[in-house]
């Protein structure tokens, strides 16, 4: 049981390019979440999927698209990447209802774009 | 909105001693309440949670009381070691409400020096 993963860990991008961050779970969680963390802003929500085919916008979704075609993966889109995308991402995972709301994080993605 | 307030850090203590990290939220519904670490280099982990009034979150020499009367989740340790070095979260989700999404506080980073 792996948990959550992403891939990569560590990725440098020029601004104008475009890439993709992946999620997976292998623990059949219906909710998935990306978040960016940035210094002395906490964790902020981008995107997240309570099922298969379902997706929604966070707090700030702008510059990222989403798509959930699997219970397991969740990618991040960046379209066209800027240097305020430099962040750390998070893909997380939860199980809903049975009153067990924990989400699980994955190790997380540097991302620099210059 | 629903929200997350935590005292602001950095926090330096001495091995063995106290720790206080206190938190404040404001949600519209009836929320679930979290305290996340973050050690250096890894994604969040669930350190202690609550889903009910003076419920009492309890993990690894860690506690929390959810206190809705002062609308607080304040996380102590009675004392502290090196190990415990890392960045903590306060959270709140509020699935009652329809929302899994978590909110978080800023983090408080908490060094401990021998």
């Known amino acids: 049981n792996a948990g959550v993963t992403q891939t990569p860990k560590f990725q440098v991008l020029k601004t104008g390019q475009s890439m993709t961050l992946q999620c997976a779970q292998d623990?059949?969680?219906?909710?998935m979440s990306w978040y960016r963390q940035d210094p002395g802003m906490g964790l902020r929500l981008i995107h997240y999927?309570?099922?298969?085919?379902?997706?929604d916008q966070g707090e700030v979704p702008n510059g990222y698209n989403v798509s959930r075609s699997t219970t397991e993966d969740f990618p991040l889109r960046l379209l066209s990447a800027a240097p305020s995308q430099t962040s750390v991402y998070f893909c997380?995972?939860?199980?809903?209802?049975?009153?067990?709301?924990?989400?699980?994080f994955g190790p997380g993605t540097r991302l620099t774009v210059t | 909105g629903d929200s997350v307030t935590q005292m602001e850090g950095p926090v330096t203590l001495s091995e063995e001693a106290f720790l206080t990290i206190n938190c404040t939220y404001t949600a519209t519904g009836y929320p679930s309440l979290f305290w996340y670490v973050q050690y250096p280099g890894e994604g969040l982990q669930l350190l202690l949670k609550?889903?009910?009034?003076?419920d009492k979150g309890s993990n690894k020499g860690f506690e929390a009381t959810y206190r809705k009367e002062t609308t607080s989740f304040h996380l102590e340790k009675g004392s502290v070691q090196v190990s415990d070095s890392a960045v903590y979260f306060c959270a709140l989700s509020d699935p009652g409400a329809g929302s899994y999404q978590l909110t978080f506080g800023k983090g408080t980073k908490l060094s401990v020096i021998p």
């Open positions: 999927s309570v099922g298969a085919g379902i997706t």
């Open positions: 623990m059949n969680h219906e909710y």
């Open positions: 997380a995972s939860s199980p809903l209802g049975q009153g067990n709301y924990e989400q699980y």
């Open positions: 609550a889903t009910k009034a003076d």
